[in-house]
């Protein structure tokens, strides 16, 4: 009797191991299953923090400026439309900052008191602008976003018209910046974009032998459309 009670003591206990064991192999199988993507499930990537955009960008220049010590004279420039490429990366889904490369020209008329001066000369400028920006994401495929940043403007390739010699200063700048990406996949989307640069830069001029000074409110608006692709 001693011996069979022993026998189902025994029996029980090697149950309980088994079922213990078979609990844990269990376990471990469910696990290691659900660390295995499924036949035919989805894995979604996360994006790249980098994203470029190449853009059509049109620049349109507040018609202002003066010469000193010249009374009602005033400054006016040309429009020009120009291709854009900027580079944006993402700490955050929502934070970024971004850096504007592109080139143009603007033709400088004089206004006013030196209207009879026509065309005073041509300056090349280069402007790269970094905006720290704000990302909306809360719009699906449509991101809008907001920025603000910094300007410094060179000015190179500095022709005369009437003038004898031009040279426009190399300036700092603000800018403001509203704009929207409109994702059609995970990588590719559409872009629209407004910048305000405030741009005065200081500039000498010589006309007829006489040596000038003036600053030319440039302040352009900068309106861009384009493709962004994100990595």
């Known amino acids: 009797m001693a011996r069979k009670r022993m026998g189902v003591g025994r029996g ?3 149950a309980i ?37 190449l853009r059509a960008l049109g620049v349109v220049t507040e018609d202002s400026g003066y010469v000193n010590a010249v009374p009602g004279s005033g400054l006016s420039y040309s429009n020009t439309v120009t291709p854009e490429l900027d580079i944006s990366y993402h700490f955050t889904d929502n934070i970024a900052t971004e850096l504007i490369l592109g080139t143009t020209y603007a033709n400088i008329e004089g206004q006013g008191a030196i209207g009879a001066l026509g065309n005073v000369g041509k300056v090349w400028l280069l402007p790269p602008t970094l905006t720290l920006q704000y990302h909306f994401t809360n719009f699906g495929a ?15 390739n500095q ?29 590719w989307g ?20 006489a040596k000038l000074t003036g600053k ?16």
Request: hydrophobic content about 50%; overall charge negative; glycine content about 8%.
């Open 12 to 14: 029980v206990t090697a």
């Open 17 to 53: 191991v088994l079922m213990l064991m078979g609990q844990q192999a269990v376990a471990a199988e469910l696990a290691q299953a659900a660390s295995v993507p499924q036949a035919g499930a989805s894995v979604t990537e996360a994006p790249s923090p980098w994203q470029i955009r």
């Open 142 to 156: 449509f991101k809008p976003y907001v920025g603000a940043g910094v300007n410094y403007t060179i000015f190179y």
């Open 159 to 187: 022709d005369v018209g009437s003038a004898d010699a031009l040279h426009v200063k190399n300036t700092f700048g603000t800018a403001l910046q509203v704009g929207f990406d409109y994702m059609v996949d995970q990588h």
């Open 190 to 209: 559409v872009n629209f974009d407004v910048k305000k640069v405030f741009l005065k830069p200081d500039f000498d001029v010589t006309v007829d032998g």
């Open 216 to 231: 030319a409110d440039l302040d352009p608006w900068l309106i861009g459309a384009g493709v962004t692709y994100r990595f």
